[in-house]
Each structure stands twice: as C-alpha cells, then as structure tokens.
C-alpha cells in the first residue's frame, strides 16, 4: 500500500495569533513539507487544485516540478486536476514535463472538483459539468496512447494528427480517477479500468465500501483485469504524539476552514463533537498517535478489500513548519512500517 500526503497549499491563520503567514512563506514551508515526506519514506505526496483565497495550489504542476529538483524517489501527483475547467492537451504537456524533470515521478488524479470557481474563471457553463468531464477525459486518456491524435468532441477544438509533445519519461502516464459520492463516478471508473481515488472527507469508511463494490464489478463486467482497479482514499489525516496532541494541533484549522466553506454552502457551523467523532476510531478522519492511526489505516484496508494507496489531507492544519514537519515524520518513521509490515505483499 502506498502512504502518502495530499496538500491544498491551505493558508490559514495562525490559531494563538491570528496573523496569516504570507504566500511566499507559506510555499517555502510546503516545499519543506514536501522534502521531508521524501526523506522519511513516503510514497506519494499530491497537490490539489483550488482558485480560492484560502490555497495557493491553483497551478499544481509548477509546485510539484519546484518538488521534483528538491527530492529523489517520492511519487508526485495532482490531487486533484479539476479536468473539466482545463485543457486536455496542455494537462498531458505539463505533466509529461513534470515527468522528464522527476525522471518517472509524476502521475494525475483527475475529477470534476468539488468546488465551483473555475467554472466562471475560465469561462465554462456549469450546466455542461459532466459533459465536459467525460469529454476532456477521453481526450487525455487518447493523449495517453496517441503522439498524433485524431481527436472531435464538442467543447474543445479538433485535432486533426498534430503533434503532442513532450512525451512522457515513463512509457504511460499513470492517471487515476478522483470521486466523491456519486455512483455514476465510481461506475465510470470501472468501466474504463482506472485506479480509482476516493475522496472521504467525512462520515465513515464503510458509507463508501458499496460504491467501491460497484467500481470493481464495473470493472469486471468491462473485461478489465481485476489487478488493475487500484483503490486509493483520501482522507482528513494528522499524526501527533498523542491522540489527544493530534486532534488539539488540527481542530482549530479544520473548524476555520469548514467554517468558511460551511457558510457558503449553508451548512451548519462545525463543532469539536462532530470533530471527534469522525476522528473516533469508527469515523473516517485519521487523526491520533501513530498507533491509533496505523490501526485505522489498516482497517480502512479492510473495509475496502485492499487498498493501493492512502494519502492525508493534512494541510488544513493551522500549524507553524516545524509542527506539520513532525506529523509528517511521524506518518513515515511509525504509522508507515506498522502498515508495511502488515500488508507485508502490498
């Protein structure tokens, strides 16, 4: 099983004083973050795709090739790439690039994004949102197998055998699928043989294990080899010396961040009794000491039949450089070989 981290560049206020820390700091930090997960071992670390105030990862590609040059063996990709409000092939030529510079690194978890603002950004009708997804993903997956495409849909311009350059360094991009809670998504998935990534934000871990069912018996029906349909999670995760230090460090940014979002979308204000209980150990957040997190990490493992991968979204912490740089050490030096040695042919 891969072990990684998912990062939306959050920045937040700091909770003792309320100063923000400037953009500039706050991507040094992150790269900082990202070199230290390399060095403890990781996996993978992703980094999202937002067009708010609130992150700074509105251009992945450029923040994963500046963690290219700084590290040497951990997987990088996006996490994920809002597909339908981009272009296809400028996706594909940005990312074989980020894949020349990490010498094979890089890979692309695709979705429709949970979040609305770069529809009107780049000027594309909302009403068009799973049209448009389902188009530009055929695209990039032609892009995947075709130098010279022959290429028509209905929202982007053909291609006609024009030249798509540069090529990957790896023979094919690996390209995995993001979903939140729809079986539509999951089914999709299935039916093209894509590693699927499953976005669980909260709740519990055995809501989604029904549609990860549909995913792989999609699959299945579409002919694909059941070895091919990875399932990866994405979950709200942080590693502290305690349950208690864990959950004390990371409340604070998750209640600002929710509250924020929460206020937009009319949700009720989060509490510290919905917090815990989702970071119990039958909620979904892997929020705790490394033993209380390895033990969860494992049974989500179990819930789903296998897991391939699971990353932490642990950016929304409100925390100085030196504290995340912690947590992610811990996630590698006692969460990680816990889970190693128990998925031992993973």
Known sequence: ???????????????????????????????????VADRVGLDVFGIGEHHRAEFLDSAPAIILAAAAARTER???????????????????????????????????????GSFGEAFPLFGLDTRAYDDLFAEKLDLLLTLRETINPS???????????????????????????????????????????????????????????????????AGRLAGHDPASLKVGVHAIGFVGETDAAA?????????????????????????REQFDAMADPDGAFLIGSPEAVAAKVLRADE??????RITFQMSTASL??????????LLGTDVAPVVRAARPSA
């Open 1 to 35: 099983m891969d072990i990684g981290i998912d990062s939306f560049a959050a920045i937040l206020p700091d909770p003792a004083t309320g100063l923000i820390p400037s953009p500039t700091e706050r991507m040094a930090a992150l790269l900082e973050e990202i070199e």
């Open 74 to 112: 951990i997987r990088l990709t996006s996490a994920v790439t809002v597909l339908s409000a981009a272009d296809p092939v400028r996706v594909f030529q940005e990312f074989a690039t980020l894949d020349l510079i990490s010498k094979g690194r890089a890979e692309l978890v695709v979705g429709r």
């Open 151 to 217: 290429w028509e849909g209905r929202h982007r311009p053909a291609l006609t055998g024009q030249g798509v350059y540069p090529r990957p360094h790896q023979a094919r991009l690996p390209v995995w699928l993001g979903v939140g809670g729809t079986p539509e998504s999951f089914g999709r998935a299935g039916l093209l043989g894509l590693p699927l990534m499953v976005a669980i934000i909260g709740g519990t871990f055995e809501r989604f294990a029904p549609l990860v069912n549909l995913y792989r018996e």
């Open 247 to 271: 959950r004390d460090a990371f409340f604070p940014g998750w209640k600002h961040l929710n509250g924020t979002v929460g206020r937009e979308r009319g949700w009720s204000p989060p509490s």
């Open 303 to 308: 819930v789903f039949g296998g897991l391939s």
């Open 320 to 329: 100085e450089t030196a504290a995340m740089k912690r947590s992610i050490e």
